[in-house]
């Protein structure tokens, strides 16, 4: 009997304490139950701006593993892409701290102290606190995946401003961004699932308009609502070339960067019905690799995986031709030309200062041995031996130079130079030279020296080619340009020139580097 009684008292003493537990609980689920809602709508995040909370988006937007368990394809293209190496690649992190500290510092913030991060990734330049990379994730709500990638799949697809030609690099470019669960894309007629709103959007049915925001970059230097050469900063151009290319009927950005690929379904990894409510329509998939010549320098697997398609885009980019003008025993004259077939801008392209690009020609005798040559490197190592580096004492890079003991007159090299100090090319009367899209051509400014970091004051000019005085700018599309060759041949090199044998005009893509044997003799 005492026993009961015990067991009875001790369970009076749990319905009392749960009666008493009953009203804190009941004020607590009326409490929690709002709340729940207004995360459901996304409340938080839309009312608190991009940044203000320190590492967290509060739920607005998404880091892109979360899409793949069902746009798997998708997100294992993108993650080989440079796009999502933008703020974690060596060469982003050196150059984009170097430029701070040299040149951005000392500029107003966040604009234009922040442009080249706010291209790279808007979304997490919001989310930290100093543009210096790496980023890293701060504060109790961090969300470390969000800091680390660059342009991710919230950045295109729940961008929704207004598209401006570089306004990528300003912060005004994040008010586009809306926050929430809604996806933007090119279809009317998407299928529910269970992670996010889906609707169609004029800007996915012109793409290239997305691409507009960071695939030239400018800046606006004294700020009067225009871009101008000679006066503000100009690095990249890559959008206005191609539109002037499209003028004329030429593909869209998204036909050779993201080309077409094999299947039919967007979400292919998703479980129907737990994930997708239903079978969507047949879909043209595209690749989202976003092909070029840039590839992760610091992931070997990812860069090999997309190393056919890079190989690809770059043998349709341009045609070589050979043509004999001279040939004789003691010397040889031949002319290569170059067109630019296969790029909707110039070639090279983007940051041309970066990129290197030369015609490499070498002659070879009758046993494969090399005679002479122009623009070939003895250890991949190497480095280009360009009059504009190697003859000028003052140039602050010449003491970088690798495998040069002495200039390359004859080199054809593409690659720009950066100057830290530019200005307007004018002939004698005063008036401005023009390039073939009718801009204004630059040129070093008095007392410009070579910089491997872009100055706010500075730009890209072409070199110069030492055996003909003329200038090797970029080829815009469509155009040709011809360079002559003329190599004396070393007595005793058993060279013998055969017109109409080795040497007859031949076009070849631009990759692989053809070789030109003129020597046959046996």
């Known amino acids: 009997m005492r026993r009961r009684e015990a067991r009875q008292g001790r369970y009076r003493k749990i319905l009392q304490g749960l009666r008493i537990l009953h009203v804190p609980v009941s004020l607590l689920f009326l409490l929690i139950l709002p709340l729940h809602v207004l995360w459901a709508f996304d409340v938080p995040a839309k009312i608190a701006p991009l940044g203000q909370v320190l590492g967290s988006t509060l739920g607005a937007y998404h880091a892109s593993g979360e899409c793949s368990d069902c746009h798997e394809r998708a997100v294992k293209e993108w993650r080989s892409s440079m796009h999502a190496h933008a703020l974690t690649s060596p060469v982003m992190i050196a150059q984009n701290n170097l430029a701070h500290r040299e040149t951005l510092s000392s500029t107003s913030s966040p604009d234009p102290q922040n442009v080249c991060v706010n291209c790279h990734g808007p979304i997490a330049t919001a989310l930290s606190k100093s543009p210096l990379l790496p980023f890293t994730a701060e504060g109790a709500l961090a969300e470390p995946a969000l800091v680390s990638e660059g342009i991710s799949c919230s950045v295109c697809h729940q961008w929704q401003g207004e ?3 570089a306004g990528g690099g300003l912060t ?9 669960h809604t ?33 030239s970059v400018q800046y606006d230097r004294n700020n009067d609502g225009k871009i101008e050469r000679g006066t503000d900063l100009v690095l990249q151009t890559l959008f206005d070339e191609w539109q002037d290319f499209a003028k004329n ?15 039919s379904r967007a979400a292919e990894s998703a479980l129907i019905p737990l994930e997708q409510d239903g079978d969507a329509p047949s879909r043209t998939l595209r690749s989202h690799r976003f092909l070029a010549v840039d590839y992760p320098l610091d992931e070997p697997a990812i860069r090999d995986e997309s190393r056919p398609g890079r190989e690809a885009l770059l043998h349709r980019a341009g045609l070589l031709t050979l043509e004999l003008l001279n040939a004789a025993d003691t010397n040889v004259t031949f002319q290569v030309s170059l067109r630019n077939t296969g790029t909707g801008h110039n070639l090279p392209g983007g940051f041309a200062f970066i990129r290197q690009m030369w015609l490499e020609v070498t002659v070879l005798n009758a046993q494969g041995q090399v005679i002479v040559s122009s623009g070939r490197l003895a250890q991949p190592t190497d480095d280009l031996c360009d009059s504009s580096l190697l003859d000028d004492s003052e140039n602050a890079l010449r003491q970088f130079l690798v495998g040069c003991t002495a200039s ?11 100057l830290d100090k530019v200005e307007l090319l004018r002939d004698s009367n005063g008036v401005v030279a023009l390039d073939l899209r009718g801009e204004p051509k630059l040129r070093a400014a008095p007392g410009a020296k070579e910089a ?16 003909t005085g003329k200038p090797t700018p970029a080829l815009a599309a469509g155009e040709q340009r011809s360079f002559p060759y003329s190599f004396a041949l070393p007595s005793g090199s058993g060279a013998e020139a055969r017109p109409g044998a080795a040497f007859v005009p031949r076009r070849s ?6 070789f030109i044997q003129i020597a046959n003799r046996e």
Do not use: W
């Not at 005004?172 to 929430?180: R, T, V, Y």
């Not at 730009?459 to 055996?467: A, L, Q």
């Open 452 to 467: 491997i970091v872009q100055f706010l004051t500075g730009g890209p000019v072409p070199r110069v080619r030492p055996s």
């Open 183 to 215: 996806f933007y894309g090119p279809y009317e007629d998407a299928v529910g699932n269970a992670f996010h709103q889906s609707k169609g959007a004029p800007l996915f049915r012109e793409p290239a308009q997305l691409c507009r925001n960071c695939h």
């Open 509 to 514: 893509p631009l990759l692989p580097a053809r």
């Open 408 to 418: 390359d007159p004859q080199l054809v090299n593409f690659q720009q130079m950066l």
């Open 172 to 180: 005004a470019f994040q008010n586009g961004l809306e926050p929430g």
């Open 249 to 263: 009927g030429g593909p869209s950005c998204v036909d050779c960067h993201m080309p077409v690929v094999k299947g």
């Open 163 to 165: 598209s401006v030609t």
